[in-house]
């Protein structure tokens, strides 16, 4: 804006790929999920796990509106070996990657189909059309600074008999 380069009336929309898969951490030297541990390697560089983890792209997208992120996503695993492959490069264990995820590695042994999503901002889409920076007339349930819907008293209190009927206690 300082320089003149944004004209308020052109919509400039831009989709960002090629992001890193895994990040290392000299901390606890070991790789970390850029996005999360079930994003898909780009499908031209499953090998590089083998042998190259951190040259890895992950198959995840952004996409931007006049310098906005308004949307992001990935395309998911869907193969049982380059899960556990992922896992592996994570510092996961057999027996940690068994018990955590067991379920969707099983769940892989029937097939899945390739699949992903995307996650639309749109309170900040309908801000960006209206020409506006802040998105705070345009969400839906709004809240305070302290996560708080003034609105509707949000969070609240649970009462003994809900505690109850859900077999849940409260420890202090």
């Known amino acids: 804006e300082t320089l003149g380069l944004r004209n308020p009336n052109e919509f400039a929309p831009l989709w960002v790929t090629d992001f890193p898969l895994l990040k ?24 590089l796990l083998k042998s190259n983890p951190g040259e890895v792209k992950a198959n995840a997208y952004d996409l931007v509106l006049n310098g906005n992120e308004i ?55 309908v801000a960006i059309l209206d020409g506006n920076e802040s998105i705070k007339d345009y969400i839906a349930f709004p809240k305070n600074n302290s996560g708080k819907d003034i609105m509707i008293d949000a969070p609240s209190s649970i009462s003994k008999d809900q505690l109850d009927e859900l077999s849940l206690s409260l420890k202090k």
């Open 71 to 125: 949307g992001g996503g990935s395309i998911r695993i869907h193969d049982k070996n380059i899960q556990s492959l992922m896992f592996k490069n994570l510092g996961f264990s057999e027996k940690q990657a068994k018990e955590q995820f067991g379920f969707l590695m099983n769940a892989f042994e029937y097939g899945a189909p390739p699949h992903g999503g995307i996650a639309l901002g749109l309170d900040r889409l």
């Open 24 to 47: 290392w951490d000299e901390e606890s030297n070991s790789y970390h999920a850029m996005h999360h541990p079930f994003t898909s390697p780009k499908l031209d560089q499953i090998d």
